[in-house]
T-cell receptor
Framework: GAGVSQSPSNKVTEKGKDVELRCDPI?????LYWYRQSLGQGLEFLIY????????KSGLPSDRFSAERTGGSVSTLTIQRTQQEDSAVYLC????????????FGPGTRLTVL | KQEVTQIPAALSVPEGENLVLNCSFT??????LQWFRQDPGKGLTSLLL???SQREQTSGRLNASLDKSSGRSTLYIAASQPGDSATYLC???????????WGAGTKLIIKP
């Protein structure tokens, strides 16, 4: 079966523009995570969706960041009024549930803010 | 607050050598510790997962150990091959929640 997919693979935008990043998790996976990986840094947790529960947004760095998950499947991460410090690789992962330890990662979206 | 550190940041060794990658964590109250591999332009691949009650896990040429009391995990790679070249990341999951706390990774280069 297909793994986690993300689009676009690369995104270059100008400072101040809004961007949308998309994640298609593995079919049937109820948990979905967004992470950010800046150059030379470890992954930074952003947001977590589990089934129909309210998402855990505790990792979002500012109110310019938001995410939604429609129909318990596809998720979109939106960054408004992008800043240069938003430049990073944004990774999405899914797993079979909160007690399922293994997270399966997508290839990521490399965002560059000029 | 959990902090995860990986040393060294980069490592280059000749093909065929056995090597050890290190991961340390500050809070021993972990649920599990995972090792991942990251290839350029690709996502992360889970290599090994050690539950807090376990001391080690093995998969092929890879062996991961866990010592909670000292806050350390190691990833041992036997008979290294050029295809092992990648960045290796460790991540600790806490007892109280599902979040993974990540190290910054070790970039491994295996020279033919």
């Amino acid at each position: 079966g297909a793994g986690v997919s993300q689009s676009p693979s690369n995104k270059v935008t100008e400072k101040g523009k809004d961007v949308e990043l998309r994640c298609d998790p593995i079919s049937g996976h109820t948990a979905l995570y967004w992470y950010r990986q800046s150059l030379g840094q470890g992954l930074e947790f952003l947001i977590y969706f589990q089934g129909n529960s309210a998402p855990d947004k505790s990792g979002l760095p500012s109110d310019r960041f938001s995410a939604e998950r429609t129909g318990g499947s596809v998720s979109t991460l939106t960054i408004q009024r992008t800043q240069q410090e938003d430049s990073a690789v944004y990774l999405c992962a899914s797993s079979g549930g909160p007690s399922s330890a293994t997270q399966y990662f997508g290839p990521g979206t490399r965002l560059t803010v000029l | 607050k959990q902090e995860v550190t990986q040393i060294p940041a980069a490592l280059s060794v000749p093909e065929g050598e056995n090597l050890v990658l290190n991961c340390s964590f500050t809070d021993s109250a972990i649920y599990n510790l995972q090792w991942f591999r990251q290839d350029p332009g690709k996502g992360l691949t889970s290599l090994l997962l050690i539950q807090s009650s376990q001391r080690e896990q093995t998969s092929g040429r890879l062996n991961a150990s866990l010592d909670k009391s000292s806050g350390r995990s190691t990833l041992y790679i036997a008979a290294s091959q050029p295809g092992d070249s990648a960045t290796y990341l460790c991540a600790a999951r806490g007892d109280s929640n599902y979040q993974l706390i990540w190290g910054a990774g070790t970039k491994l280069i295996i020279k033919p």
